[in-house]
């Protein structure tokens, strides 16, 4: 089994060596970070399984539908829709990265001040450690920030990217530009796969994702329970797993860990005691394995019970409306289902900070931490219009920026030991 | 007897209190904080112990307190110091931060530098190695400098080599000491602004130690500062108060 990977990685191109180094770093970090937790629920077991073998068995998966001529799609944003991607009868698997362990190696190339997750993203590819990316046929950007745009071009270079253009205001003009977007996207997975997208093949595309989101938008209802039946840091292991596990399975599983919260909520039971302190995360995206602040929060007696983040609600808040089974109706719908993704590449963003607003008061939270990737500057910026914003309503925010390194984890226990201590009160 | 015990990044402050304040203790950090903690401990005895500082999660396991944080410690001891006060500024040798007060003492906001040295005793520190100064006496060469010039770093390794081009440049030490203080009040002036003020500001810390950033600190603000007269030992001071409170 194990022999199978290393000869699954050699053939994807990986340097097993630094590979091999980073597979060896994990299992003690999860450990800590997962598995040290109280009362998890069963079904974690699944995501936990998963992430111990991380780039196995899904890897596996890939390599086998491209044997039988299928196509992998690679993404690094949850504007990318999905659905056109399924329908196409190829596979979207989300790459970005959240790991130190692969921004020396970016940084070689790209500016040092550049968001940790594109250097770690890049990085990934650079060095030839990620099987996913490696296994992929077409890496999909988007126009979102100015530092992934310019990446994609220097990531080209390595592998094909295909751009979609992502626009930054949200008028009639810019919703057209988008749907031309969309269709030429239909268009290009047509040509990358050989396949035809359909009516039929779309709509059962759509109900597939909006299934899962559907999944999602349980959990986080689950979340609002007092207790809180699952720890931040698993609800967000389960949504990060989302971006590129099989949908009909994570679909299922995610599910299956619903029923079983529900059960825990009935009965009272929750994983923290009923008056820690409720947080909510809002921000940048944390992509697996980043964990470092849901730890730190969750380790200091606060429960993390929200993310309003695309590692988050961003990802599944908004379902594709369901239209007459016809192209044109159904890519208008998927159209106007991202376009409605309050992300901070929007300006004005206010629906973002209606969101804040709306969430603290629905899952009870005691404050929100606004979180930012360090040179991640809309979401840096935005934060003056959050702080603006919560300080009307009345609820506390913290603002943390940070990258994936540890040097700073004393400062910021620090920094959330003692909003907690004011919130708490 | 209650003990608050501050394990700061430079220096382990201890405040021994019942009715009032007893002893008191300042000692460098070292290596090996836990055994300075230790021998600071030794021989003294209290009921209650409360740790705050960096070294807080490393020390109270191995010999037993409560955990507050920095905030909360330096909320309190200057509140009990100065009931009136309702900003306290800190700078101490990692980190600093100002912290804004309600009228019932509660932390209503507050600021603290992230990840670097920028605008703390540290950035200080380094500089005075570089100018040849002891850290005590930069604050009164800078008040001595007749000339105004600009560091425009404030990241301690840029400031560093800012310093040093400076230097070769002929300029004098008590110009760019003072240049360099100008930027750490500049930098908590920042601070001052995101939080609010209202008075009475208690500066606290190491840094309140410097007579340069207490007046280049009052300019900025255009307020008074008050200056305990053991500003180190604030954060100290409100963790004793935190165990003898309960």
Not at chain 1, 86 to 93: D, L, S, Y
Not at chain 1, 356 to 364: D, G, P, S, V
């Amino acid at each position: 089994m194990a022999n199978d990977n290393v000869q699954m990685w050699q053939e994807l191109g990986i340097d097993l060596k630094m590979h091999q180094a980073l597979m060896d770093a994990l299992p003690t970090m999860f450990q800590e970070i997962y598995l040290s937790q109280k009362d998890r629920p069963a079904g974690m077991g699944f995501y936990d399984f998963v992430v111990g073998d991380i780039h196995g068995i899904r890897v596996k998966e890939l390599v086998e539908h491209r044997k039988k001529g299928g196509k992998v799609v690679a993404t690094y944003c949850v504007f990318v829709p999905e659905e056109i991607v399924w329908a196409a009868g190829a596979i979207p698997v989300g790459l970005c990265a959240g790991t130190q362990f692969s921004i020396p190696a970016a940084e070689a190339v790209l500016p040092r001040n550049t968001c940790a997750l594109i250097k770690s993203s890049f990085g990934f590819k650079l060095a030839r450690i990620c099987p996913y990316v490696q296994a992929s046929d077409l890496i999909v950007g988007e126009t979102t920030c100015d530092g992934k745009k310019k990446m994609f071009e220097i990531l080209n270079e390595y592998q094909p990217v295909y751009v979609m253009e992502v626009p930054n205001k949200k008028t009639e003009k810019s919703r057209a530009l988008w749907l031309a977007e969309v269709k030429a996207f239909k268009d290009r997975m047509e040509k990358l796969t050989g396949n035809k997208i359909t009516a039929a093949k779309l709509e059962k595309a759509i109900e597939q994702v909006n299934a899962r989101r559907k999944a999602l938008q349980r959990l986080y209802n689950l979340r609002k329970a007092v207790p809180s039946p699952i720890s931040g840091k698993d609800a967000l292991l389960a949504t990060q797993v989302s971006f590129y596990d099989d949908i009909v399975r994570d679909t299922q599983m995610l599910n299956a860990l619903d029923d079983e919260l529900e059960k825990r909520v009935k009965a009272g039971e929750g994983v923290f005691p009923a008056d820690a302190p409720r947080i909510i995360i809002s921000g940048s995206p944390m992509a697996i394995p980043n964990w470092k602040l849901h730890h730190i929060i969750e380790s200091a007696g606060a429960v993390v019970v929200a993310e309003e983040s695309c590692t988050g609600t961003r990802l599944f808040s908004d379902l594709v409306e369901k239209t007459p089974v016809n192209l044109d109706a159904q890519i208008k719908a998927i159209a106007d289902r991202y376009m409605n993704i309050h992300c901070a590449c929007f300006t004005p963003n206010e629906e973002r900070l209606d969101d804040i607003a709306r969430m603290a008061k629905e899952y009870r939270a005691d404050g929100v931490i606004h979180y930012n990737l360090q040179f991640c500057h809309t979401y840096a910026t935005e934060a003056v219009q959050v702080e603006k914003r919560l300080e009307k309503e009345g609820i506390p925010l913290l603002r943390v920026e940070t990258d994936y390194s540890d040097e700073d984890a004393g400062q910021l226990k620090n920094r959330i030991e003692a909003f907690l201590e004011m919130v708490k009160r | 007897m209650f003990a608050g015990l501050d394990v700061g990044s430079r220096t382990v402050k201890l405040v021994v209190l019942d009715g009032k304040v007893r002893d008191s203790a300042v000692i460098t950090t070292g290596v090996d904080p836990l055994r300075r903690c230790r021998e600071l401990l030794n021989g003294r005895e209290c009921d209650r112990l409360v740790i705050t500082g960096y070294g807080r999660h490393l020390v109270a396991p191995a010999v037993g307190g409560e955990i507050i944080s920095e905030i909360k410690a330096f909320a309190v001891g200057a509140r009990y110091l100065y009931p009136d006060c309702h900003t306290v500024i800190d700078i101490g040798g990692q980190d600093s931060k100002v912290i804004l007060l309600s009228d019932k003492g509660e932390v209503q906001k507050f600021e603290m530098n992230d990840r670097c040295a920028a605008g703390t005793g540290k950035f200080l520190e380094v500089m005075a190695r570089t100018l040849e100064v002891d850290i005590s006496e930069i604050g009164g060469l800078a008040l001595s400098s007749s000339k105004t010039i600009r560091i425009n770093s404030l990241c301690t390794v840029f400031a560093e080599s800012e310093v040093v081009s400076l230097i070769a440049k002929g300029e004098e030490a008590s110009a760019i000491a003072l240049a360099l203080h100008e930027a750490i009040a500049t930098r908590v002036e920042t601070m001052v602004r995101r939080t609010g003020i209202r008075e009475r500001v208690v500066f606290a810390g190491g840094g309140a130690f410097n007579r340069c950033l207490v007046k280049l600190l009052e300019q900025k603000l255009q307020t008074t500062l008050t200056v305990p007269g053991s500003p180190q030992t604030v954060g100290a001071l409100g963790a004793a108060l935190m165990a003898r409170s309960g």
